[in-house]
Structure formats: C-alpha cells, structure tokens
C-alpha cells in the first residue's frame, strides 16, 4: 500500500516538486546574498579608511551588492512611513492641515540639507562602527524615495470611488479590516509604480548618500556610488562607464525578481467592471505559482495575516474625546489652529534666531534672488517634461506589453545619477563656450522628469476597461478622446507625479548647479549652488538659511499651483 502524499493542516499538499527546487535555490541564493551584505555593515568604522574605494571593476559586485541592500533597507522604511503618514493625512481632515504641508517642506529639503545634520546623528548611535555611516546613507536614501510614495498613496486614498465606500459602510468593516481590503488594495496599482520610482530616484542621489563630505566630516562608503564619485574625481571615463553596466545589470536583477513580479500580482487590484484585455505578466510569478511545497507554505502565511486583517482594533480614545465632552467641531478647529500657529511661530521664532545670530538681511536677499533663479528653471523643465512625457506614458501605459518591455529601460533612465553627465556636461559648455546658467539646467530635471512619465504610465495601466470601451462606443477620436477620456482619467496620477517632479527637480538642483570634472568647475546661479557652496564650506548657517528659503518657495508653489490643480482632480475626475 502505498502512503499517501503529505499534506498540510489546510489540506494543501506540502510534497515538492521540481519547480520548488528552483524557486528554492533561487531565493536561497537571495538570502545568502543579504547575509553576507548585511555582515560587512557590523565591522569596525577604521576598515573604510583602510579599504579605500578602488576602481578595478573586480569590485563593482561587492559595491552594487552593498548600494543595492541599502536602497531596499530605505524603500522597507518608505513603504511603512506611507502606510502610516498618508492614511492619517488621508483620513483625517485636521491631521491633513499639518502633514501635507510637512510633507511639502520634506520633499523640499535638499539631501545634503538632511546629511548636513544627521551623519553624525547616526554615526553617534554606533560610535566606531560601520553600522553608524551605514544608518546615515539609508536615511539619507529614503529622503529620497519616502516622499513620492506618500504622496501618491495619498492621492489613491483621497480619491476611492464612492461606491467602493458605500459598500465597505453595508459590509461594516471596521476600520483596520477596511484599511487592507479597500484602501490598500485600490492604491496598490500607483503604490507599485511609484515604488518603481523611488527606487530609481535613490540611484540618482546614491553618490551623494555613499560620498559623505559635510564640513570637516568625510565618509565614503563601499557602493557603486561611491564608486562613481571616486572615477569622477579622477577623471576615469572606462570607470564611469563600468559603474553605468553595473547599475543597467543590478536593475535588470531587481526589475525581473522584485518589480515585475509584484506588477503582475498588483494587477488584479485594478478598479474596473471589465476584464482587461492584456495583463502583465512575470516568468518568477508563474514559477512561484507551479511551485506546491511553496504555495502552500505562502498559502499558510496569507492565512495568518488574513485572519490579522479581521481584528477588530477599538477606535484609539483621543479620537472620541469630541463625542464625550460634546466639543463643536467649529471649537476643535479654531483650537487646532491656534496650537499649530503657535508651534509653527515658535519653529520660525527659532530659525530666524539662529540664522541671525551671524547673517544679515543682505545674505536673505541673496538667498531668495537665488530662488527664483531656480524657480525658473524648475518651472520651464516642468512645462517641457510635461508636454513629452504624458502622451509616451499614455501610449505605454494603454499596452501592457509595451509597459512590461519599457519597464526596465524606464527604471535605468530615471535611475542615471546626472552626476555622471557631469564630464561631458562640463567639456561641452566649456569647449562651446555655453552660458552655464542656461546649459546646466536639464541636468535639474534628468532624474526627476521620471516621476512624470511612470505616474502617467500608472494612470493610464489603471484605467477602467470598461471607460475604454465606452470612449470607443461614442466614437471618441482624436483630441475629443484626449480630453474626454483619458486626460481625466490620468490627472490625478499626473499631479501627483508632477508634485514630486517639481520637489525633485528643487532637490536635484543641489548637484545640478555645481558640476566638475577633474579640476573645472562651473556653477550656475541659484539656490542649488547656494547651498552646495554652504555645505562645502562647513557653513550652517547659511545651509539652513538656504534651506528655509528653498521650504517657502517650494511649499507657495505646492499651495498656489499644484494643490488647486489636486482639488479640482479629487472633486471632478474622481471615479465613482
């Protein structure tokens, strides 16, 4: 008699076959790699000036393996700091009034603004050990990605269609079960692509976050980054070329194990009445999913998280305070503002102390003449990338194909560091004799312009099947199409990407005004260079002054611009 198969509690067979082998040995091999990554970070902080940075590309694996785990140490922190930050600002009215312009200022805030104050933050929490400058490099690597993903999270929650919520209100989910079969699942589709993102746009800012110099402060990282300013410095152009092969081959790796993957599952999350035509889709997922011993075990755990999303949680007591004292809400809103006035006055109270403790008005007046320089740059980028790319992103978005091919080349695009351009950006301007103020520029928008093309992208792969057949039923053709169909399906994506583009582009203009090869260096007018000088010089001062500055600019034009353009996209073009 033979025995019979073993099987799980669940009544899944637990017995493996020939494709859980290979899913085996490949994530085996996954988590060796992490290991063996995350063991070089617990050494002593000596060993980074007695292993200095070496451009024999023998070592790029190493490099890429060490950049790479800390780019997804800093993308785990977004995703939770989204999860967290945008549901409050999302749910909550009176929480909106304070993170949303927080999170504009944040995104504002240079990364040299950030490592300005927390390399030695970090490298106190674990003095004499690698883990310290460790800790600082991913800090600095999530200022740089935990934005966007907010931001669009945000969007997603602000713009559920009604009867989706009507229908959580008649099933009377609680707020936690509807938090992970709702919200989470209708912002999934955006999440996913601006995830994509971010983790490009850590690539752009990972020289500056593994090429550590503030003031008297230096350290200096083993990564690709690294990597890159050494070559730079040096004027090694074979170097510079091996790192751009190097980071092409890593995000071929993360797309095909990591991205692709979570695309193809996320699609079923897609909010429409229809089947879509095309679906995307990813040779892991289908192994994963012939697996048998695997499954069952994934099917186990999604068993358990399941059962967690069906807790009930009590509603926190704070948030009952209103219903026990019978406080007006006109009353909590006028208290409310009152305490963020007051604390917001005393916050600038403090800065403009600090600031005027060695600058004088003249150095504000130069600050904010520096400003608009770059405000200018920032809006005419934006205005072009604008007009490029959301009818590509369109195009590509509407054919799941397409999308799946362009995937990877979209990420390596948005993940080139324009610091890498900098040799022939400066050989040109000088050999041409340019104006650097004008032909500097497009390097401020290289890696932000992205932030455009994949939310558009996201918005067009998330359109309703069924709005595409009716477009087709009405004959909606040409220009009509474009505004009666599609343009409104899309702008919500399309704010939020320009939002983040536009914060972007004030970030990257830190690296973008100041650029060198070798022993030239040309510097363009603005507040980019303003604060980069500052840094340089160990001046804080100025650095904050330079910051405060780029705050207001970037969160006026947020407010004036940006924010009218998302209500009228929530209020008129939302679904449902």
């Given at each position: ?166 229908a959580a209100q008649s099933f009377h989910l609680s707020w936690w079960r ?185 150095d504000v007046k130069t600050a904010v003449q520096d400003g608009f320089y ?203």
């Amino acid at each position: 008699m033979k025995n019979p198969a073993p099987t799980s509690v669940l009544g899944r067979t637990l017995a493996p076959n020939l494709f859980d082998l290979a899913a085996l040995a490949l994530v085996s091999g996954v988590l060796v790699t992490i290991v063996y990554g995350v063991n070089k970070t617990n050494v002593p902080l000596t060993v980074l000036d007695a292993s200095p940075i070496a451009l024999d590309p023998i070592n790029l694996p190493e490099y890429a393996l060490r950049t790479t785990l800390r780019m997804l140490a800093a993308m785990v922190a977004s995703l939770v700091f989204t999860l967290v930050y945008a549901t409050l600002a999302a749910k909550s009215r009176r929480a909106e009034i304070v993170l949303i312009p927080i999170l504009d200022i944040l995104q504002s805030v240079p990364i040299l603004g950030f490592l300005t104050f927390t390399v030695v933050f970090f490298m106190n929490l674990f003095p004499g050990r690698v883990l310290g400058a460790e800790l600082a490099s991913v800090f600095a690597i999530f200022t740089s990605q935990a934005w966007n993903m907010a931001f669009s999270m945000y969007q997603s929650l602000r713009n559920v269609p009604k009867d989706l919520e009507e229908a959580a209100q008649s099933f009377h989910l609680s707020w936690w079960r509807r938090f992970w079969r709702l919200d989470v699942p209708f912002a999934m589709p955006g999440l996913v692509w601006n995830a994509m993102m971010s983790m490009s746009g850590g690539w752009f800012f990972v020289v500056a976050s593994e090429a550590i110099t503030v003031g008297d402060t230096t350290v200096t990282l083993p990564g690709v980054g690294a990597y890159v300013a050494t070559a730079i410095k040096e004027q090694n152009l074979p170097a510079v070329g091996y790192a751009i092969l190097t980071m092409l081959a890593v995000i071929i790796l993360y797309d095909q194990l990591l991205f692709r993957p979570i695309v193809a599952w996320a699609d079923k999350f897609r909010f429409e009445q229809t089947a879509a035509a095309e679906a995307p889709t990813s040779w892991l997922l289908d192994l994963l999913r012939q697996t048998s011993f695997l499954r069952s075990l994934a099917a186990g755990a999604a068993d358990v998280i399941e059962s967690t999303t069906r807790i009930r949680l009590p509603v926190p007591e704070f948030l009952k305070l209103r219903t026990r004292v019978s406080i007006s809400p006109r009353l909590l809103d006028v208290v409310w503002i009152a305490i963020i006035f007051i604390v917001s006055a005393w916050i600038g109270w403090r800065v403009v102390d600090y600031i005027s403790a060695t600058l004088a008005w003249s150095d504000v007046k130069t600050a904010v003449q520096d400003g608009f320089y770059t405000l200018a740059r920032v809006v005419v980028l934006i205005a072009l990338a604008s007009l490029i790319w959301v009818p590509i992103g369109v195009w590509i978005g509407l054919r799941p194909a397409i999308a799946e091919k362009a995937q990877p080349l979209a990420q390596f695009l948005a993940a080139f560091p324009a610091n890498i351009l900098f040799p022939a950006a400066v050989v040109l301007i000088i050999h041409f004799g340019l104006n650097a103020n004008i032909w500097l520029s497009p390097l401020m928008i290289l890696g932000t312009q992205w932030y455009i093309l994949f939310n558009v992208i996201a918005g067009a792969t998330a359109f309703p099947s069924d709005l595409k057949e009716a477009a087709q039923s009405f004959h909606l053709k040409g220009w009509k199409w474009w505004r009666y169909a599609i343009l409104p399906g899309v702008f919500p994506y399309y704010i939020t990407g320009a939002i983040t583009a536009s914060g972007g582009s004030w970030n990257a203009a830190i690296v973008a005004e100041v650029a060198s090869w070798g022993d030239h260096k040309l510097t363009a007018v603005g507040l980019g260079s303003y604060i980069a000088e500052a840094t340089d010089a160990g001046d804080f001062h100025r650095v904050v002054l330079g910051i405060v500055v780029m705050s207001v600019f970037v969160t006026l034009f947020n407010r004036l611009l940006w924010r009218p353009m998302y209500g009228f996209a929530e209020n008129r073009l939302r679904l449902g």
